[in-house]
Protein backbone atom coordinates (compact mmCIF):
# COMPACT_ATOMS: atom_id res chain seq x y z
CA UNK A 1 0.00 0.00 0.00
CA UNK A 2 1.35 3.26 -0.88
CA UNK A 3 1.79 6.43 1.29
CA UNK A 4 -1.06 8.33 -0.85
CA UNK A 5 -3.37 5.10 -0.14
CA UNK A 6 -2.19 5.65 3.66
CA UNK A 7 -3.58 9.32 3.88
CA UNK A 8 -6.41 8.76 2.37
CA UNK A 9 -7.24 5.64 4.72
CA UNK A 10 -6.77 7.70 8.04
CA UNK A 11 -8.92 10.82 6.38
CA UNK A 12 -11.62 8.65 5.73
CA UNK A 13 -11.57 6.90 9.25
CA UNK A 14 -11.34 10.45 10.79
CA UNK A 15 -14.87 11.03 9.34
CA UNK A 16 -13.12 13.74 6.97
CA UNK A 17 -16.03 14.01 4.01
CA UNK A 18 -14.69 17.33 2.24
CA UNK A 19 -11.27 18.35 0.96
CA UNK A 20 -10.71 21.46 -0.30
CA UNK A 21 -7.61 21.67 -1.87
CA UNK A 22 -5.04 23.42 -4.59
CA UNK A 23 -2.98 20.72 -6.42
CA UNK A 24 0.40 21.14 -8.10
CA UNK A 25 3.68 19.22 -8.69
CA UNK A 26 4.34 17.62 -4.88
CA UNK A 27 0.93 16.75 -3.91
CA UNK A 28 -0.20 15.67 -7.43
CA UNK A 29 -0.20 11.33 -6.20
CA UNK A 30 -2.63 12.20 -3.36
CA UNK A 31 -5.11 14.63 -5.60
CA UNK A 32 -4.31 11.13 -8.08
CA UNK A 33 -5.62 8.65 -5.51
CA UNK A 34 -8.13 11.09 -4.56
CA UNK A 35 -9.80 10.73 -8.14
CA UNK A 36 -9.26 6.97 -8.07
CA UNK A 37 -11.01 6.43 -4.91
CA UNK A 38 -13.56 8.77 -4.89
CA UNK A 39 -14.32 8.85 -0.53
CA UNK A 40 -14.99 13.04 -0.39
CA UNK A 41 -16.24 15.52 -2.14
CA UNK A 42 -13.12 17.50 -3.04
CA UNK A 43 -13.54 21.39 -3.50
CA UNK A 44 -11.34 23.77 -5.11
CA UNK A 45 -10.82 27.28 -4.27
CA UNK A 46 -9.41 29.46 -6.62
CA UNK A 47 -6.28 30.30 -4.59
CA UNK A 48 -4.88 28.05 -1.76
CA UNK A 49 -5.58 30.43 1.39
CA UNK A 50 -9.41 30.20 0.45
CA UNK A 51 -9.25 26.51 1.21
CA UNK A 52 -7.81 27.17 4.64
CA UNK A 53 -10.83 29.39 5.01
CA UNK A 54 -13.64 26.74 3.91
CA UNK A 55 -11.62 24.69 6.45
CA UNK A 56 -12.68 26.83 9.10
CA UNK A 57 -15.82 27.42 8.28
CA UNK A 58 -16.63 23.53 8.42
CA UNK A 59 -14.71 22.93 11.28
CA UNK A 60 -16.52 26.04 13.05
CA UNK A 61 -20.07 25.54 11.81
CA UNK A 62 -20.39 21.50 12.19
CA UNK A 63 -19.02 21.67 16.12
CA UNK A 64 -22.82 22.10 17.09
CA UNK A 65 -24.30 19.84 15.06
CA UNK A 66 -24.09 15.76 15.15
CA UNK A 67 -21.41 15.03 13.42
CA UNK A 68 -18.79 17.70 14.12
CA UNK A 69 -15.88 17.33 11.01
CA UNK A 70 -12.61 18.34 10.82
CA UNK A 71 -11.58 20.55 8.12
CA UNK A 72 -9.18 19.46 6.07
CA UNK A 73 -7.26 21.38 3.09
CA UNK A 74 -4.43 20.58 0.87
CA UNK A 75 -2.00 22.47 -1.40
CA UNK A 76 1.84 21.47 -3.08
CA UNK A 77 5.04 22.54 -2.01
CA UNK A 78 6.46 26.07 -2.03
CA UNK A 79 3.89 28.67 -3.23
CA UNK A 80 1.39 26.39 -2.61
CA UNK A 81 1.97 26.00 1.44
CA UNK A 82 3.14 29.24 1.84
CA UNK A 83 -0.44 30.65 0.40
CA UNK A 84 -1.92 28.31 3.15
CA UNK A 85 -0.04 30.38 5.76
CA UNK A 86 -2.20 32.86 6.43
CA UNK A 87 -5.26 31.07 6.76
CA UNK A 88 -3.45 28.71 9.13
CA UNK A 89 -1.87 31.36 11.27
CA UNK A 90 -5.73 32.68 11.67
CA UNK A 91 -6.78 29.57 12.84
CA UNK A 92 -4.37 29.50 15.41
CA UNK A 93 -5.38 32.77 16.70
CA UNK A 94 -9.30 31.87 16.95
CA UNK A 95 -8.32 28.12 18.09
CA UNK A 96 -10.14 26.25 15.40
CA UNK A 97 -9.11 22.88 14.64
CA UNK A 98 -8.05 21.97 11.34
CA UNK A 99 -5.36 19.94 9.49
CA UNK A 100 -3.49 20.93 6.19
CA UNK A 101 -1.59 18.90 4.28
CA UNK A 102 1.22 20.16 2.17
CA UNK A 103 3.34 18.12 -0.33
CA UNK A 104 7.05 18.52 -0.04
CA UNK A 105 9.86 17.82 -2.74
CA UNK A 106 11.39 14.48 -2.31
CA UNK A 107 13.37 13.98 0.70
CA UNK A 108 16.51 13.66 -1.32
CA UNK A 109 16.24 17.13 -2.76
CA UNK A 110 15.30 18.93 0.98
CA UNK A 111 17.67 21.81 1.72
CA UNK A 112 19.11 21.80 -1.77
CA UNK A 113 16.43 25.17 -3.07
CA UNK A 114 14.90 22.23 -5.59
CA UNK A 115 11.51 23.53 -7.63
CA UNK A 116 9.02 24.73 -5.34
CA UNK A 117 10.88 23.75 -2.32
CA UNK A 118 10.46 25.93 1.16
CA UNK A 119 10.52 24.85 4.78
CA UNK A 120 7.38 24.57 5.53
CA UNK A 121 7.63 22.93 8.72
CA UNK A 122 9.94 25.69 9.79
CA UNK A 123 6.90 28.36 8.66
CA UNK A 124 4.08 27.10 9.94
CA UNK A 125 6.24 25.93 13.69
CA UNK A 126 4.94 29.38 15.45
CA UNK A 127 1.66 29.70 13.85
CA UNK A 128 -0.18 26.22 14.51
CA UNK A 129 -0.51 23.46 16.71
CA UNK A 130 2.12 20.96 16.07
CA UNK A 131 3.93 20.24 12.29
CA UNK A 132 4.95 16.80 11.19
CA UNK A 133 6.95 15.55 8.28
CA UNK A 134 7.05 12.11 7.83
CA UNK A 135 10.34 10.81 6.06
CA UNK A 136 8.92 7.07 5.65
CA UNK A 137 5.96 5.79 4.41
CA UNK A 138 5.32 3.82 7.48
CA UNK A 139 4.93 6.75 9.50
CA UNK A 140 2.13 8.19 7.53
CA UNK A 141 -1.10 6.94 8.80
CA UNK A 142 0.37 7.17 12.03
CA UNK A 143 1.22 10.72 11.88
CA UNK A 144 -2.46 11.57 10.25
CA UNK A 145 -4.35 10.17 13.46
CA UNK A 146 -1.96 11.98 15.71
CA UNK A 147 -2.72 15.19 13.98
CA UNK A 148 -6.30 15.01 14.38
CA UNK A 149 -5.68 14.16 17.84
CA UNK A 150 -3.77 17.23 18.70
CA UNK A 151 -5.97 18.96 16.66
CA UNK A 152 -9.09 18.42 18.75
CA UNK A 153 -7.53 17.65 22.30
CA UNK A 154 -7.64 20.25 24.80
CA UNK A 155 -7.60 23.52 22.89
CA UNK A 156 -8.28 23.40 19.37
CA UNK A 157 -5.73 24.50 16.47
CA UNK A 158 -4.49 23.73 13.15
CA UNK A 159 -1.90 20.72 12.44
CA UNK A 160 0.39 20.62 9.67
CA UNK A 161 1.79 17.57 7.86
CA UNK A 162 4.32 17.95 5.25
CA UNK A 163 4.74 15.16 3.31
CA UNK A 164 7.73 14.55 0.66
CA UNK A 165 6.79 13.24 -2.50
CA UNK A 166 8.81 9.80 -2.33
CA UNK A 167 6.99 9.17 1.02
CA UNK A 168 3.74 9.62 -0.94
CA UNK A 169 4.58 7.30 -3.63
CA UNK A 170 6.45 4.42 -1.84
CA UNK A 171 4.80 1.45 -0.41
CA UNK A 172 5.16 -0.03 2.80
CA UNK A 173 6.65 -3.15 3.85
CA UNK A 174 4.52 -6.47 3.28
CA UNK A 175 5.03 -6.59 6.90
CA UNK A 176 3.24 -3.14 8.08
CA UNK A 177 0.41 -2.86 10.01
CA UNK A 178 -1.64 -0.10 11.85
CA UNK A 179 -4.75 -0.11 13.91
CA UNK A 180 -6.41 2.91 14.66
CA UNK A 181 -8.46 1.39 17.46
CA UNK A 182 -5.64 0.68 19.37
CA UNK A 183 -3.35 3.59 18.60
CA UNK A 184 -2.42 5.75 21.60
CA UNK A 185 -0.34 9.27 20.90
CA UNK A 186 2.61 9.09 22.21
CA UNK A 187 3.76 12.84 23.19
CA UNK A 188 5.36 14.03 26.06
CA UNK A 189 4.66 17.16 27.47
CA UNK A 190 1.03 17.39 26.15
CA UNK A 191 -1.28 17.62 29.14
CA UNK A 192 -5.51 17.87 28.82
CA UNK A 193 -7.29 18.79 32.05
CA UNK A 194 -11.06 18.31 30.86
CA UNK A 195 -12.01 18.09 34.49
CA UNK A 196 -11.85 20.72 37.44
CA UNK A 197 -10.40 19.79 40.81
CA UNK A 198 -13.17 20.25 43.51
CA UNK A 199 -11.20 22.27 45.50
CA UNK A 200 -10.59 25.21 43.10
CA UNK A 201 -14.58 25.25 42.14
CA UNK A 202 -15.15 25.28 45.38
CA UNK A 203 -13.07 28.53 46.13
CA UNK A 204 -14.52 29.77 43.08
CA UNK A 205 -18.15 28.85 44.37
CA UNK A 206 -17.59 30.84 47.82
CA UNK A 207 -16.49 33.78 45.95
CA UNK A 208 -19.38 34.26 44.02
CA UNK A 209 -21.64 33.64 46.68
CA UNK A 210 -19.86 37.00 48.48
CA UNK A 211 -19.75 38.77 45.33
CA UNK A 212 -22.08 41.54 45.12
CA UNK A 213 -20.97 43.00 41.92
CA UNK A 214 -19.69 39.74 39.98
CA UNK A 215 -19.65 39.53 35.82
CA UNK A 216 -19.33 36.14 33.37
CA UNK A 217 -17.29 36.13 30.44
CA UNK A 218 -18.52 34.25 27.54
CA UNK A 219 -14.90 33.34 25.32
CA UNK A 220 -14.83 30.94 22.41
CA UNK A 221 -14.27 27.81 24.88
CA UNK A 222 -17.88 27.90 25.54
CA UNK A 223 -18.53 27.56 21.89
CA UNK A 224 -16.00 24.95 21.49
CA UNK A 225 -17.17 23.20 24.52
CA UNK A 226 -21.00 23.33 23.28
CA UNK A 227 -21.44 24.75 26.67
CA UNK A 228 -23.40 28.11 25.51
CA UNK A 229 -26.97 26.85 27.23
CA UNK A 230 -25.25 25.44 30.45
CA UNK A 231 -24.12 29.31 30.71
CA UNK A 232 -27.23 30.37 30.41
CA UNK A 233 -28.75 28.03 33.29
CA UNK A 234 -25.57 28.96 35.41
CA UNK A 235 -26.50 32.90 34.32
CA UNK A 236 -30.14 32.37 35.80
CA UNK A 237 -29.46 30.39 38.76
CA UNK A 238 -26.79 32.85 40.11
CA UNK A 239 -28.21 35.97 38.41
CA UNK A 240 -24.82 37.23 36.80
CA UNK A 241 -24.75 39.12 34.11
CA UNK A 242 -22.96 37.82 30.70
CA UNK A 243 -20.05 39.88 28.55
CA UNK A 244 -19.32 38.59 25.16
CA UNK A 245 -16.42 38.34 23.63
CA UNK A 246 -15.99 38.76 19.92
CA UNK A 247 -16.17 35.12 19.71
CA UNK A 248 -17.96 34.74 22.53
CA UNK A 249 -21.68 36.16 20.76
CA UNK A 250 -24.28 33.45 19.50
CA UNK A 251 -23.70 31.16 22.80
CA UNK A 252 -26.79 32.24 24.47
CA UNK A 253 -29.49 34.79 23.02
CA UNK A 254 -28.27 38.32 22.91
CA UNK A 255 -31.32 39.67 23.59
CA UNK A 256 -31.34 37.93 26.86
CA UNK A 257 -32.05 39.93 30.18
CA UNK A 258 -29.05 39.06 31.80
CA UNK A 259 -27.28 39.52 28.37
CA UNK A 260 -24.68 42.63 28.84
CA UNK A 261 -23.74 41.62 24.46
CA UNK A 262 -20.34 42.79 23.63
CA UNK A 263 -16.95 44.07 25.78
CA UNK A 264 -14.15 45.37 25.19
CA UNK A 265 -13.04 47.90 22.23
CA UNK A 266 -15.88 48.40 20.72
CA UNK A 267 -18.23 47.19 23.52
CA UNK A 268 -21.20 47.94 24.82
CA UNK A 269 -21.34 50.49 27.45
CA UNK A 270 -23.10 48.70 30.16
CA UNK A 271 -20.69 45.41 29.14
CA UNK A 272 -17.81 47.99 29.97
CA UNK A 273 -18.80 49.80 32.76
CA UNK A 274 -20.13 46.63 34.40
CA UNK A 275 -16.53 45.35 34.22
CA UNK A 276 -15.13 48.97 35.38
CA UNK A 277 -17.42 48.53 38.42
CA UNK A 278 -17.35 45.02 39.26
CA UNK A 279 -16.26 42.91 42.36
CA UNK A 280 -15.93 39.41 40.65
CA UNK A 281 -14.98 38.69 37.28
CA UNK A 282 -15.21 35.03 35.69
CA UNK A 283 -14.11 34.29 32.91
CA UNK A 284 -15.34 30.99 30.46
CA UNK A 285 -12.83 30.29 27.79
CA UNK A 286 -11.55 33.10 26.57
CA UNK A 287 -7.71 34.18 26.80
CA UNK A 288 -7.76 38.19 27.86
CA UNK A 289 -6.37 40.16 24.85
CA UNK A 290 -5.73 43.62 24.38
CA UNK A 291 -9.11 44.15 22.69
CA UNK A 292 -11.05 42.83 25.58
CA UNK A 293 -8.93 44.50 28.41
CA UNK A 294 -7.56 48.07 26.98
CA UNK A 295 -4.59 49.37 29.30
CA UNK A 296 -4.11 46.81 31.22
CA UNK A 297 -2.68 48.30 34.64
CA UNK A 298 -6.07 49.86 34.67
CA UNK A 299 -8.23 46.44 33.85
CA UNK A 300 -10.47 45.55 36.54
CA UNK A 301 -8.72 46.74 39.47
CA UNK A 302 -11.17 46.04 42.08
CA UNK A 303 -12.11 42.84 40.90
CA UNK A 304 -11.33 39.38 41.80
CA UNK A 305 -10.61 36.64 38.54
CA UNK A 306 -11.63 33.08 38.38
CA UNK A 307 -10.48 32.30 35.13
CA UNK A 308 -11.68 28.91 33.60
CA UNK A 309 -9.66 27.77 30.56
CA UNK A 310 -8.37 24.23 28.84
CA UNK A 311 -4.52 25.78 27.81
CA UNK A 312 -2.91 26.55 31.31
CA UNK A 313 -0.45 28.63 29.45
CA UNK A 314 -3.20 31.21 29.16
CA UNK A 315 -3.98 31.55 33.18
CA UNK A 316 -2.02 34.21 34.56
CA UNK A 317 -0.76 35.19 31.39
CA UNK A 318 -2.42 38.81 30.94
CA UNK A 319 -4.30 39.29 33.92
CA UNK A 320 -3.65 37.96 37.60
CA UNK A 321 -5.88 35.06 38.41
CA UNK A 322 -7.27 34.46 42.08
CA UNK A 323 -8.39 31.58 41.22
CA UNK A 324 -7.41 29.50 37.82
CA UNK A 325 -9.26 26.78 36.91
CA UNK A 326 -7.39 24.37 34.51
CA UNK A 327 -10.74 22.59 33.01
CA UNK A 328 -12.97 22.40 29.89
CA UNK A 329 -15.95 24.94 30.22
CA UNK A 330 -18.96 22.39 29.95
CA UNK A 331 -17.35 20.53 32.29
CA UNK A 332 -17.08 22.87 34.56
CA UNK A 333 -20.10 24.48 34.54
CA UNK A 334 -21.59 20.96 35.15
CA UNK A 335 -20.01 21.00 38.38
CA UNK A 336 -20.74 24.25 39.59
CA UNK A 337 -24.23 23.94 38.49
CA UNK A 338 -24.45 21.06 40.82
CA UNK A 339 -22.75 22.19 44.00
CA UNK A 340 -25.10 22.05 46.89
CA UNK A 341 -23.56 25.16 47.97
CA UNK A 342 -23.99 27.70 44.95
CA UNK A 343 -26.47 30.76 46.40
CA UNK A 344 -28.86 32.18 43.90
CA UNK A 345 -29.24 35.91 44.84
CA UNK A 346 -31.21 38.47 43.46
CA UNK A 347 -28.66 41.52 42.97
CA UNK A 348 -31.12 43.84 42.35
CA UNK A 349 -28.37 46.49 43.22
CA UNK A 350 -26.33 45.66 40.61
CA UNK A 351 -29.09 44.87 38.14
CA UNK A 352 -30.47 48.00 38.48
CA UNK A 353 -27.07 49.99 37.97
CA UNK A 354 -26.45 48.02 34.38
CA UNK A 355 -29.82 48.86 33.15
CA UNK A 356 -29.16 52.28 34.27
CA UNK A 357 -26.09 52.39 31.90
CA UNK A 358 -27.78 50.89 29.03
CA UNK A 359 -30.52 53.28 28.78
CA UNK A 360 -27.66 55.75 28.56
CA UNK A 361 -26.76 55.07 25.09
CA UNK A 362 -30.25 53.31 23.77
CA UNK A 363 -32.29 56.28 23.18
CA UNK A 364 -29.42 57.85 20.44
CA UNK A 365 -28.58 54.28 19.09
CA UNK A 366 -32.12 53.59 18.41
CA UNK A 367 -32.75 56.84 16.93
CA UNK A 368 -29.68 56.48 14.48
CA UNK A 369 -30.73 52.71 13.65
CA UNK A 370 -34.35 54.31 12.77
CA UNK A 371 -32.81 57.31 11.16
CA UNK A 372 -30.89 54.80 8.72
CA UNK A 373 -29.07 56.98 6.44
CA UNK A 374 -25.96 59.42 7.80
CA UNK A 375 -25.47 63.25 6.72
CA UNK A 376 -24.76 62.75 2.99
CA UNK A 377 -28.24 60.37 2.85
CA UNK A 378 -26.29 57.29 2.01
CA UNK A 379 -27.49 54.07 4.10
CA UNK A 380 -26.14 53.59 7.64
CA UNK A 381 -24.21 49.44 7.75
CA UNK A 382 -26.34 49.56 11.45
CA UNK A 383 -29.39 49.74 10.26
CA UNK A 384 -28.68 47.24 7.83
CA UNK A 385 -27.77 44.67 10.10
CA UNK A 386 -30.85 45.56 12.11
CA UNK A 387 -32.85 44.95 8.75
CA UNK A 388 -31.12 41.60 8.15
CA UNK A 389 -31.51 40.73 12.00
CA UNK A 390 -35.48 41.60 11.89
CA UNK A 391 -36.06 39.74 9.18
CA UNK A 392 -34.19 36.74 9.85
CA UNK A 393 -35.37 36.55 13.98
CA UNK A 394 -31.16 36.37 14.89
CA UNK A 395 -31.82 33.03 13.00
CA UNK A 396 -28.96 32.60 10.60
CA UNK A 397 -25.80 31.84 10.18
CA UNK A 398 -23.47 35.22 9.80
CA UNK A 399 -19.95 35.05 8.42
CA UNK A 400 -18.45 38.99 8.44
CA UNK A 401 -15.43 39.64 6.67
CA UNK A 402 -13.43 42.27 9.20
CA UNK A 403 -13.72 45.60 9.63
CA UNK A 404 -15.98 47.88 10.14
CA UNK A 405 -19.20 45.74 9.03
CA UNK A 406 -17.66 42.89 11.46
CA UNK A 407 -18.23 45.25 14.25
CA UNK A 408 -21.36 46.63 13.43
CA UNK A 409 -22.53 42.56 12.24
CA UNK A 410 -21.37 41.76 16.27
CA UNK A 411 -23.64 44.71 17.62
CA UNK A 412 -27.19 45.41 15.70
CA UNK A 413 -27.06 41.07 14.96
CA UNK A 414 -29.34 40.03 17.30
CA UNK A 415 -28.24 35.91 17.35
CA UNK A 416 -30.89 33.60 18.49
CA UNK A 417 -29.17 30.27 17.81
CA UNK A 418 -26.38 28.76 19.43
CA UNK A 419 -22.90 28.84 17.44
CA UNK A 420 -24.39 30.94 14.64
CA UNK A 421 -21.50 33.54 13.99
CA UNK A 422 -18.06 32.76 12.90
CA UNK A 423 -15.14 35.60 11.67
CA UNK A 424 -11.61 36.09 12.04
CA UNK A 425 -10.78 37.85 15.78
CA UNK A 426 -7.34 37.39 16.62
CA UNK A 427 -5.47 37.28 13.50
CA UNK A 428 -8.34 39.84 11.80
CA UNK A 429 -7.69 38.66 8.32
CA UNK A 430 -9.79 40.54 5.61
CA UNK A 431 -10.95 38.11 2.68
CA UNK A 432 -12.09 35.49 5.22
CA UNK A 433 -15.85 36.10 5.06
CA UNK A 434 -16.19 34.49 1.66
CA UNK A 435 -14.68 31.46 1.58
CA UNK A 436 -15.64 30.47 4.97
CA UNK A 437 -19.08 30.94 4.64
CA UNK A 438 -18.83 28.36 1.51
CA UNK A 439 -17.39 26.08 4.77
CA UNK A 440 -20.35 26.86 6.79
CA UNK A 441 -23.19 26.20 4.56
CA UNK A 442 -21.41 22.93 3.43
CA UNK A 443 -21.63 21.43 7.40
CA UNK A 444 -24.89 23.04 7.94
CA UNK A 445 -26.58 22.94 4.66
CA UNK A 446 -29.84 23.47 5.89
CA UNK A 447 -29.20 26.81 7.72
CA UNK A 448 -29.01 29.89 5.40
CA UNK A 449 -25.55 31.62 5.63
CA UNK A 450 -24.73 35.24 4.78
CA UNK A 451 -21.38 35.97 4.20
CA UNK A 452 -21.18 39.92 5.01
CA UNK A 453 -18.09 42.10 3.79
CA UNK A 454 -16.67 45.50 3.16
CA UNK A 455 -15.86 47.04 -0.39
CA UNK A 456 -12.29 46.10 0.64
CA UNK A 457 -12.03 42.36 1.82
CA UNK A 458 -14.88 41.30 -0.38
CA UNK A 459 -11.99 42.14 -3.01
CA UNK A 460 -9.65 40.27 -1.28
CA UNK A 461 -10.62 36.77 -2.20
CA UNK A 462 -13.21 38.09 -4.66
CA UNK A 463 -12.30 34.92 -6.77
CA UNK A 464 -13.97 32.40 -4.46
CA UNK A 465 -17.08 33.67 -6.23
CA UNK A 466 -16.29 31.08 -8.88
CA UNK A 467 -16.25 28.19 -6.28
CA UNK A 468 -19.78 29.21 -5.34
CA UNK A 469 -20.34 29.35 -9.17
CA UNK A 470 -18.73 25.81 -9.78
CA UNK A 471 -20.67 23.81 -6.42
CA UNK A 472 -23.99 26.25 -6.80
CA UNK A 473 -23.89 26.72 -3.03
CA UNK A 474 -26.74 28.48 -1.43
CA UNK A 475 -24.52 31.73 0.15
CA UNK A 476 -26.26 35.10 0.57
CA UNK A 477 -23.61 37.92 0.12
CA UNK A 478 -24.03 41.26 1.04
CA UNK A 479 -21.27 43.74 0.32
CA UNK A 480 -21.36 47.21 2.31
CA UNK A 481 -19.68 49.40 -0.05
CA UNK A 482 -18.66 52.56 1.35
CA UNK A 483 -16.14 53.48 -0.80
CA UNK A 484 -13.01 53.48 2.16
CA UNK A 485 -12.07 50.57 4.20
CA UNK A 486 -14.25 51.79 6.55
CA UNK A 487 -12.71 50.98 10.32
CA UNK A 488 -9.38 52.18 9.59
CA UNK A 489 -10.83 55.30 8.39
CA UNK A 490 -12.84 55.41 11.12
CA UNK A 491 -9.44 55.74 13.06
CA UNK A 492 -8.15 58.50 11.14
CA UNK A 493 -11.05 60.12 11.54
CA UNK A 494 -10.63 60.30 15.61
CA UNK A 495 -7.32 59.92 15.94
CA UNK A 496 -5.44 61.22 12.80
CA UNK A 497 -7.42 64.51 11.81
CA UNK A 498 -9.23 63.23 9.28
CA UNK A 499 -6.45 62.11 6.87
CA UNK A 500 -7.55 59.47 4.65
CA UNK A 501 -4.04 58.06 4.24
CA UNK A 502 -4.50 54.70 1.71
CA UNK A 503 -8.12 54.28 2.67
CA UNK A 504 -10.17 55.38 -0.58
CA UNK A 505 -11.07 52.02 -2.19
CA UNK A 506 -12.18 51.94 -5.84
CA UNK A 507 -14.60 49.46 -6.70
CA UNK A 508 -15.49 47.05 -9.90
CA UNK A 509 -18.68 47.35 -10.85
CA UNK A 510 -20.36 44.71 -9.18
CA UNK A 511 -23.11 44.01 -11.49
CA UNK A 512 -20.66 43.06 -13.80
CA UNK A 513 -18.91 40.77 -11.22
CA UNK A 514 -21.87 39.08 -10.58
CA UNK A 515 -23.24 38.58 -14.27
CA UNK A 516 -19.35 37.33 -14.81
CA UNK A 517 -20.31 34.54 -12.11
CA UNK A 518 -23.91 33.75 -12.86
CA UNK A 519 -25.04 35.31 -9.95
CA UNK A 520 -28.64 37.77 -9.26
CA UNK A 521 -27.15 40.92 -8.33
CA UNK A 522 -28.93 43.79 -6.73
CA UNK A 523 -27.55 47.65 -5.46
CA UNK A 524 -29.39 49.25 -2.87
CA UNK A 525 -29.31 53.27 -2.73
CA UNK A 526 -32.21 53.65 -0.55
CA UNK A 527 -33.69 53.09 2.68
CA UNK A 528 -37.00 52.18 1.73
CA UNK A 529 -35.32 49.21 -0.63
CA UNK A 530 -33.42 47.64 2.17
CA UNK A 531 -35.99 44.95 3.46
CA UNK A 532 -37.13 44.01 -0.54
CA UNK A 533 -33.87 43.44 -1.00
CA UNK A 534 -32.95 40.83 2.23
CA UNK A 535 -36.16 39.34 1.20
CA UNK A 536 -35.77 39.27 -2.73
CA UNK A 537 -32.03 37.19 -1.70
CA UNK A 538 -33.65 35.19 0.49
CA UNK A 539 -36.59 33.95 -1.85
CA UNK A 540 -33.76 33.18 -4.29
CA UNK A 541 -33.11 29.60 -4.26
CA UNK A 542 -29.11 29.95 -5.05
CA UNK A 543 -26.52 32.26 -4.12
CA UNK A 544 -27.63 35.97 -4.06
CA UNK A 545 -25.21 39.15 -4.39
CA UNK A 546 -26.37 42.16 -3.00
CA UNK A 547 -24.05 45.45 -2.48
CA UNK A 548 -25.67 48.39 -0.60
CA UNK A 549 -23.97 51.86 -1.24
CA UNK A 550 -22.98 53.40 2.44
CA UNK A 551 -22.24 56.31 4.39
CA UNK A 552 -18.77 56.35 4.71
CA UNK A 553 -18.80 58.93 7.50
CA UNK A 554 -20.64 56.13 9.51
CA UNK A 555 -18.49 55.15 13.22
CA UNK A 556 -18.58 51.81 15.55
CA UNK A 557 -19.38 53.47 18.80
CA UNK A 558 -18.35 53.26 21.85
CA UNK A 559 -14.80 52.82 20.95
CA UNK A 560 -12.08 52.19 23.45
CA UNK A 561 -8.53 53.80 22.28
CA UNK A 562 -5.87 51.37 21.19
CA UNK A 563 -3.76 51.42 24.16
CA UNK A 564 -6.47 52.93 26.67
CA UNK A 565 -8.84 52.20 29.45
CA UNK A 566 -12.00 51.54 29.50
CA UNK A 567 -12.33 54.97 31.70
CA UNK A 568 -11.11 56.21 27.72
CA UNK A 569 -13.79 54.69 26.28
CA UNK A 570 -15.46 57.60 23.32
CA UNK A 571 -19.89 57.12 23.82
CA UNK A 572 -20.67 59.35 21.51
CA UNK A 573 -18.69 61.26 18.21
CA UNK A 574 -17.09 64.16 19.30
CA UNK A 575 -18.13 67.59 17.55
CA UNK A 576 -15.43 68.71 15.20
Known amino acids: MKGTELVLRALHAKGVKYIFG?????????????EKQKLFTFVMPRHEQGATFMAQGLSRASLSTDTPQIGVCMATSGPGAMNLVTGIADAHMDSVAMVSITGQVATGVIATDAFQESDVVGVMMPICKQTYMPLTTEEVEKTVHEAFYVATTGRFGPVVIDLPKDVQIQSVDENYSFNPKTFRPKLPGFYYHPSPEREVVHQAI???????????????????SNAGAM?????????????????????????????????????????NRAIMNADLIISFGMRFDDRVTGKLNEYAKNADVIHVEIDPSELDK????????????????????????????????WLKEIETNRQETVAEVEAEVAAGVGDGGKLLMKTIIRRLSDITEGKDIIVPDVGQHQMMSARYYNFQTNNSWFTSGGAGTMGCSLPMAIGAKLARPDERVWSISGDGGFQMNIQELCT?????????????????????????????????????????????????????????????????????????????????????????????????????????????
Open 22 to 34: YTGGAIMPIFDEM
Open 206 to 224: EMMNRSERPVMFCGHGVIS
Open 231 to 271: LQEFAEKTNIPVAFTLHGLSAMPVDHPLSLGMMGMHGTVEA
Open 318 to 349: NVATTVPINADVARTLHVMLHDPELVSKPRRR
Open 468 to 576: IMEHDTDVKIMILNNGYLGMVRQWQTLFFDGRYAGTPMISPNYEFIAKAYNLPYQKVTELDQVDAAIRTAIDHNGAYLLEFVCDPSEVILPMIPSGGGFGDMIVSRPKS
